[in-house]
């Protein structure tokens, strides 16, 4: 075979110029798609209701609102971070398309990507969401009779907890306040943080395993590690004392938060157990142990979410009010109203696990007169419903679980987001349910301009 060596013996003629090129993006693009498909006027009305909330629109520098959604859009179907999907605004010929910067050499920054997505913040990108669902159904893609939910964890993007790490992580922010209060403190408060990471490493290296003596010795080390960092918390707490105005109620608002870590931690130590509602990261204060019972993961920390399959696999999904684990049997009138705030209108059929076999559940179900497919404890699983809606009934649930694997995806970044907030771990949360419900209707619009 012969082989053509352009290229290789010689270097492009164009190298260390600038270089415009002609690049083909077919009609069956998935970017084209969204692009020619979307309703742009009802997103940029939608995204400015949000930002005049959080900054005056009508002033400063002209922002692009068609390319700052359109890099919303595609991060949100790739989890892409802020410079990846920088990256591919420059050079992606489709990104670009969409973002209607086809004739135009304008781009964007990774720091305007970030700015935009916090004036959004959860709320907006939950109702651009929304608007992409209602484009959904005015095509005949999905619709409102259908309500298939159930809860998930979202794990929080922490270390796993425990309390020796926080105590260590304390003494190390006390240190920081001390720092910024006063030198003479933080000459203090660096000896004792210097006693505290000798305990850690002590607890570290000379308390593994299970026997008694080595219980015994870990409960020991653990105690005085406590009371290190209790003696740590008061010195700050006299020099804070001290403070007024502003700077000091946000140093006592922290110190309170060391306090109730701290209690919780002591709790634990005399009695073995963990107080209901235990917080778990000093970070992220809304992430929550969450009891699962499953083979792979017994325990995961994060928060609640409510997710409802539509008809033909578009979801909505929402945080829980309650933090922390949770039984569903008296979920459903957080369910419904969640539905009828997106959707407009009350579902025809409602579909549920086992674990939402509870009174109130069925009771409201009755009263707003929505057929009642929630799996029944027992032999007769499903009660009062004819052969086909039983079969009906066993496959949405089932897809139930294949929409929350979607989103569990690393492609969509629900699980573990880039965030280092609780607003953000949500926002990430909405972020990657537009994402998969963006892929839905991408799918089914390129499915129906081939019949």
Known sequence: MSTRMEGIEQQSLFSGTTLKMDVIVPHNNRYRVLAETLPWRELGEVANGYRAKQVNIHSGRPLNLRLHLGALIAQSMNRWTDRETEEMVSHHAGVRFLCALEYSDETIDHTNIEVFRNQLTEKGVEAINQLVVKTAVKAGFTGSGLCSSDTTAQESPIAYPTEVGHMRNIAAKLVGIGIKIKKKLSGRLGKLAKEVQHTFTKIRLFTRGKGEKVIARKKKLSRELQKTVSRMRRLVQERVNGLKGKTGKQYQEVLDFYGLMLSQIRHWMKTGFHRPGKIVSL?????????????????????????????????????????????????????????????????????????????????????????????????????????????????????????????????????????????????????????????????????????
């Open 283 to 451: 970070w992220e204060r809304q992430a929550r142990a969450i009891t699962r019972n499953k083979a792979a993961k017994a325990v995961e920390f994060g928060r609640r979410w409510i997710i409802t399959r539509l008809e033909r696999g578009y979801m909505i999904g929402t945080p829980c009010r309650k933090l922390g684990g949770d039984a569903d049997v008296s979920i459903m009138p957080e369910v419904l109203a969640h539905f009828e705030r997106i959707m407009g209108e009350l579902p025809k059929m409602a579909v549920y696990d086992r674990g939402g076999d509870g009174p109130k559940n069925h009771k409201i179900l009755m009263e707003k007169k929505i057929r009642n497919a929630i799996f029944r404890k027992g032999k007769e699983s499903l009660v009062g419903l004819g052969r086909n809606m039983v079969l009906k009934a066993r496959r949405e649930r089932a897809l139930s679980e294949a929409v929350i694997a979607t989103i569990k995806h690393p492609r969509y970044g629900f699980n573990k987001p880039r965030a280092k907030s609780s607003e953000g771990c949500v926002l990430k949360g909405q972020s990657a349910i537009l994402g998969a419900n963006l892929t839905r209707l991408m799918r089914d619009w390129t499915a129906a301009a081939a019949m």
